[in-house]
C-alpha cells in the first residue's frame, strides 16, 4: 500500500475486540480508549465486540461499534447441565452445601470456562485427568468459543463493505486471533496486528486445565504471530520472548494505560478528605481472584501493619477484596486472617459493578495488586491507580513485568515472601509519606499513547 495516509479517508482501522464497556472485563478497556483517542486523531475506526450494550456506549465521531452475537456451543449445554446438578444439590442439601458448590463467580467468564471440566475440576488420578482432557475438548478454544464463527463472518463483511486499512484483533480471548484468522482477505490485503495482552498458553492454562493445552495453544499462537503483519505485547518482557522464538516477525510493545478522563468522571469527585470514609486506611485489592493470585502474603502483611499501629488507631484499618472469588478462595482469606487474628478488618464481599467498583477505588488508600507467577503480563490494576493517583503494592517477584511496570509507576514492589516489606510499606501509606504520585515525565492516559499506537499503525500499513 502506498496511499497517502494523512488523507482520514484512508485511515480506516478494524478493531476485533470480545470485550469493551459496559462489561466489567478490564481487557475490553486497552482498545476501547485507544480507538476513542485513534478517532479524535482523525482515524475512522470500527470495533467489533460481544459485549452487550457496547453500541450505546458514548464514542467520538468517526468510531462506530458493532455488537456481534455468539453462537450457542456444546460446551454451553454442558454448562447448563452443570448449573441444574448444582441447584438439585443445594435444594437437597440445604444452604450451607448451595454456598459451598454455586458461590464465587457464575458471571465471571473465567469461572465459567472452569465448568467446562478444565480447570475447576481438580479431582485426582487417572480419571480426574480424564476429565479435565475431555472437558477442556469440550470447551476449546476458551472463553469465546461460540463468537468465532459470527465474529468471523462479520469481519469478513467489514472488509468487504467498510475496506479498512489495517486491522486489529486483541486477546485474551485469543480465539478472536482466530475470527480474524478466518474472515481476513485470503490475499491478506490488509495489514493484521495481533495484539497479545497475555501469552496464549499461559491464559489457556488459567481456563482449560487439561494436560494437552500447552502444546496446542503454544502451537495456535506461533501460527497466529507468523500469519501476522505485527504483533503487540503490553510488556517489553513478552516482546523480548517473542522476538526470541519468532525472530523473522515484527514484536513491539505498547504499555497499557487508562482513559484518564473517563477514569476521573467514574471516580468520586469530592476531595479525598471530603469522601465517605476517608477517615479510613483502606486496602482494596480490585478484580478477580483466579489462578496464581495468592491473597495469603497480603492479609499476612496488613496483619504486620496492624501490630505496628496503636491499638487505638487499629479500628481505623480495613483490608478488602471486592471481586469474584470461588469458595476455596473466601476459605483461604478467612483461615489467615483469623490465624492472624485481623479477622474483624479483613473482608471479601464479592464483586460489584463496573460504576461502583471506580468509586470505591477512588476512595481506597492503597491499592493491591496480586501478580504472583506472571513473568510476562501486568493486571491493569496498577494503571487504574496510577491514574487516580493511588498508592499501588504490587506482590510479585522481583524480576517480573509487573515488578518494572510498577517501579516505573511509583509502586511498591514486594516479593510474596517479604512480610515486613509489605507491613512498611502501608505504614508509609498510613503516614502519608508514600503520596502514589506519578514519577515526572511518565503518563498512562490513552490519549498520550494512541500517538504511539498511530505510529506503529502507519508503519505496518506503509510496510505492505
Same mark, same amino acid.
Given at each position: 500500500?502506498?496511499?497517502?495516509?494523512?488523507?482520514s479517508d484512508q485511515r480506516r482501522l478494524l478493531v476485533v475486540a470480545y470485550h469493551a464497556p459496559p462489561g466489567?472485563?478490564?481487557?475490553? %478497556?486497552?482498545?476501547?480508549?485507544?480507538?476513542?483517542?485513534?478517532?479524535? $486523531?482523525?482515524?475512522?475506526?470500527?470495533?467489533?465486540?460481544?459485549?452487550?450494550?457496547?453500541? #450505546?456506549?458514548?464514542?467520538?465521531?468517526?468510531?462506530?461499534?458493532?455488537?456481534?452475537?455468539? !453462537?450457542?456451543?456444546?460446551?454451553?449445554?454442558?454448562?447448563?447441565?452443570?448449573?441444574?446438578?448444582?441447584?438439585?444439590?443445594?435444594? $437437597?442439601?440445604?444452604?450451607? #452445601?448451595?454456598?459451598?458448590?454455586?458461590?464465587?463467580?457464575?458471571?465471571?467468564? $473465567?469461572?465459567?470456562?472452569?465448568?467446562?471440566?478444565?480447570?475447576?475440576?481438580?479431582?485426582?488420578?487417572?480419571?480426574?485427568?480424564?476429565?479435565?482432557?475431555?472437558?477442556?475438548?469440550?470447551?476449546?478454544?476458551?472463553?469465546?468459543?461460540?463468537?468465532?464463527?459470527?465474529?468471523?463472518?462479520?469481519?469478513?463483511?467489514?472488509?468487504?463493505?467498510?475496506?479498512?486499512?489495517?486491522?486489529?484483533?486483541?486477546?485474551?480471548?485469543?480465539?478472536?486471533?482466530?475470527?480474524?484468522?478466518?474472515?481476513?482477505?485470503?490475499?491478506?490485503?490488509?495489514?493484521w496486528v495481533v495484539d497479545f495482552r497475555d501469552p496464549w498458553a499461559d491464559t489457556a492454562r488459567a481456563h482449560?486445565?487439561? @494436560?494437552?493445552?500447552?502444546?496446542?495453544?503454544?502451537?495456535?499462537?506461533?501460527?497466529?504471530? #507468523?500469519?501476522?503483519?505485527?504483533? !503487540?505485547?503490553?510488556?517489553?518482557?513478552?516482546?523480548?520472548?517473542?522476538?526470541?522464538?519468532?525472530?523473522?516477525?515484527?514484536?513491539?510493545?505498547?504499555?497499557?494505560?487508562?482513559?484518564?478522563?473517563?477514569?476521573?468522571?467514574?471516580?468520586?469527585? $469530592?476531595?479525598?478528605?471530603?469522601?465517605?470514609? @476517608?477517615?479510613?486506611?483502606?486496602?482494596?485489592?480490585?478484580?478477580?481472584?483466579?489462578?496464581?493470585?495468592?491473597?495469603?502474603?497480603?492479609?499476612?502483611?496488613?496483619?504486620?501493619?496492624?501490630?505496628? %499501629?496503636?491499638?487505638?488507631?487499629?479500628?481505623?484499618?480495613?483490608? @478488602?477484596?471486592?471481586?469474584?472469588?470461588?469458595?476455596?478462595?473466601?476459605?483461604?482469606?478467612?483461615?489467615?486472617?483469623?490465624?492472624?487474628?485481623?479477622?474483624?478488618?479483613?473482608?471479601?464481599?464479592?464483586?460489584?459493578?463496573?460504576?461502583? +467498583?471506580? #468509586?470505591?477505588?477512588?476512595?481506597?488508600?492503597?491499592?493491591?495488586?496480586? +501478580?504472583?507467577?506472571?513473568?510476562?503480563?501486568?493486571?491493569?490494576?496498577?494503571?487504574?491507580?496510577?491514574?487516580?493517583?493511588?498508592?499501588?503494592?504490587?506482590?510479585?517477584?522481583?524480576?517480573?513485568?509487573?515488578?518494572?511496570?510498577?517501579?516505573?509507576?511509583?509502586?511498591?514492589?514486594?516479593?510474596?515472601?517479604?512480610?515486613?516489606?509489605?507491613?512498611?510499606? %502501608?505504614?508509609?501509606?498510613?503516614?502519608?509519606?508514600?503520596?502514589? +504520585?506519578?514519577?515526572?515525565?511518565?503518563?498512562?492516559?490513552?490519549?498520550? !499513547?494512541?500517538?504511539?499506537?498511530?505510529?506503529?499503525?502507519?508503519?505496518?500499513?506503509?510496510?505492505?
Amino acid at each position: 500500500m502506498t496511499e497517502d495516509l494523512r488523507d482520514s479517508d484512508q485511515r480506516r482501522l478494524l478493531v476485533v475486540a470480545y470485550h469493551a464497556p459496559p462489561g466489567r472485563a478490564i481487557g475490553g %478497556l486497552r482498545w476501547w480508549g485507544l480507538s476513542k483517542h485513534l478517532a479524535l $486523531r482523525g482515524w475512522r475506526v470500527h470495533l467489533l465486540t460481544s459485549q452487550e450494550g457496547a453500541a #450505546q456506549e458514548a464514542v467520538p465521531s468517526g468510531m462506530t461499534v458493532e455488537e456481534v452475537r455468539q !453462537l450457542a456451543t456444546p460446551n454451553d449445554a454442558y454448562r447448563a447441565f452443570k448449573r441444574r446438578l448444582h441447584e438439585r444439590r443445594r435444594k $437437597r442439601n440445604g444452604p450451607s #452445601q448451595a454456598a459451598s458448590a454455586g458461590r464465587g463467580g457464575r458471571s465471571d467468564s $473465567r469461572a465459567r470456562d472452569r465448568d467446562a471440566g478444565g480447570a475447576g475440576s481438580r479431582e485426582k488420578g487417572p480419571l480426574g485427568e480424564l476429565g479435565r482432557d475431555l472437558g477442556g475438548i469440550l470447551a476449546f478454544p476458551g472463553e469465546g468459543q461460540g463468537w468465532i464463527l459470527p465474529a468471523s463472518r462479520a469481519v469478513r463483511r467489514a472488509h468487504e463493505q467498510w475496506a479498512p486499512s489495517v486491522t486489529v484483533s486483541t486477546g485474551p480471548p485469543h480465539s478472536v486471533h482466530l475470527a480474524v484468522a478466518c474472515g481476513r482477505p485470503p490475499d491478506r490485503s490488509v495489514p493484521w496486528v495481533v495484539d497479545f495482552r497475555d501469552p496464549w498458553a499461559d491464559t489457556a492454562r488459567a481456563h482449560l486445565d487439561a @494436560s494437552w493445552t500447552p502444546l496446542v495453544f503454544s502451537r495456535l499462537e506461533a501460527s497466529v504471530i #507468523q500469519a501476522a503483519d505485527h504483533t !503487540l505485547t503490553t510488556t517489553p518482557e513478552l516482546a523480548e520472548i517473542y522476538r526470541r522464538r519468532f525472530s523473522g516477525s515484527q514484536i513491539g510493545f505498547l504499555p497499557n494505560g487508562v482513559d484518564l478522563s473517563a477514569l476521573r468522571e467514574g471516580a468520586d469527585p $469530592r476531595p479525598r478528605r471530603e469522601r465517605p470514609g @476517608s477517615q479510613e486506611f483502606h486496602v482494596l485489592h480490585l478484580g478477580t481472584l483466579y489462578y496464581n493470585r495468592d491473597p495469603v502474603p497480603a492479609v499476612r502483611g496488613f496483619a504486620e501493619l496492624l501490630r505496628t %499501629l496503636p491499638e487505638s488507631e487499629r479500628g481505623r484499618a480495613r483490608l @478488602s477484596f471486592i471481586g469474584t472469588a470461588s469458595a476455596a478462595y473466601r476459605a483461604r482469606i478467612e483461615g489467615v486472617a483469623r490465624e492472624e487474628e485481623v479477622q474483624g478488618h479483613v473482608e471479601a464481599p464479592g464483586p460489584v459493578p463496573r460504576e461502583e +467498583a471506580l #468509586q470505591i477505588l477512588s476512595r481506597a488508600s492503597v491499592s493491591l495488586v496480586l +501478580a504472583q507467577n506472571q513473568k510476562t503480563a501486568v493486571p491493569a490494576k496498577i494503571y487504574e491507580a496510577a491514574g487516580l493517583g493511588i498508592p499501588a503494592l504490587v506482590i510479585t517477584e522481583s524480576g517480573s513485568a509487573s515488578a518494572g511496570a510498577g517501579r516505573r509507576l511509583g509502586a511498591r514492589v514486594h516479593d510474596p515472601s517479604d512480610i515486613q516489606g509489605m507491613a512498611r510499606a %502501608l505504614r508509609a501509606a498510613w503516614s502519608g509519606e508514600w503520596t502514589g +504520585a506519578l514519577p515526572p515525565g511518565v503518563s498512562v492516559d490513552y490519549r498520550e !499513547l494512541s500517538a504511539d499506537a498511530e505510529a506503529l499503525l502507519l508503519r505496518t500499513v506503509q510496510r505492505r
